[in-house]
């Protein structure tokens, strides 16, 4: 079964600074990766997604995220982030279902980094 | 094109009732997924709908239940509530479920208070 692990429930950030938010991931067959933010009272909003190809994702607000096999990671990363990006930050591991069994999808979510950012 | 769509945003109920929220996915999406979400469990797959089938199924009891209709609109109902379904249920629809993985689009969700 796939898991995933966002290590950091609380990341506390100077706007203007740089940001990274650690995902791991445990899946057995290649992974479908993705970003999501949510903002109070709000759905989940997709940041980016890695499916194959460059290991390197670009993202909607500025934000990538970069896939590392060897670590099973897929750190998000903003240059510099702004107060507007305070939110809760969600990694998630699609499962592609088996075909025999019926297929379809589900996501697996690590459990959250709330990302505050001080003015 | 619009999005996902839930009704209703917010819900209050007493123990022992019974629930039914609506999710209208994104025009031409035929995959409806719903997820539960709670400060304890965080987000949680309760099931998946495409062609008016369950696909798949997390690990929910049975008083969770849901149905798809033909024009792919879900609903699911919940059973006998008890205070730990306390919490905003999220619908999320894509256009298919198979190769290659499709994303899934999140409505806004509806909040569930239980009494």
């Known amino acids: 079964a796939q898991s995933v692990t966002q290590p950091d429930i609380h990341i506390t950030v100077s706007e203007g600074a740089s940001l990274e938010l650690r995902c791991n991931y445990s899946?057995?067959?290649?992974?479908?990766l993705f970003w999501y933010v949510q903002s109070p009272g709000q759905g989940l909003q997709l940041l980016l997604k890695?499916?194959?190809?460059?290991?390197l994702v670009q993202g909607i607000k500025g934000f990538e995220a970069e896939f590392k096999r060897s670590q099973s990671s897929f750190n998000l990363r903003k240059p510099s982030v702004h107060w507007s990006d305070a939110a809760e930050y969600f990694c998630?591991?699609?499962?592609?279902?088996?075909?025999?069994?019926?297929?379809?999808?589900?996501?697996?979510f690590g459990t959250g980094t709330q990302l505050k950012v001080e003015l | 094109k619009a999005g996902v769509t839930q009704t209703p945003r917010y819900l209050i109920k007493t123990r022992g009732q019974q629930v039914t929220l609506s999710c209208s996915p994104i025009?031409?999406?035929?995959?409806v997924s719903w997820y539960q979400q709670t400060p304890g469990q965080g987000l949680q797959f309760l099931f998946e709908y495409f062609s008016e089938t369950q696909r798949n199924k997390g690990n929910f009891p049975g008083r969770f239940s849901g149905r798809q209709f033909s024009n792919s609109r879900s609903e699911m109902n919940v059973s006998t509530l008890e205070l730990g379904d306390s919490a905003l249920y999220l619908c999320?629809?894509?256009?298919?479920?198979?190769?290659?993985?499709?994303?899934?689009?999140f409505g806004p969700g509806t909040r569930l208070t239980v009494l």
């Open positions: 998630a591991v699609g499962a592609l279902a088996n075909i025999l069994t019926g297929g379809g999808n589900k996501l697996t």
């Open positions: 890695y499916f194959s190809g460059d290991t």
């Open positions: 999320a629809s894509s256009l298919d479920g198979q190769v290659p993985y499709n994303e899934q689009f």
């Open positions: 025009s031409g999406h035929r995959s």
């Open positions: 899946y057995g067959a290649t992974p479908y």
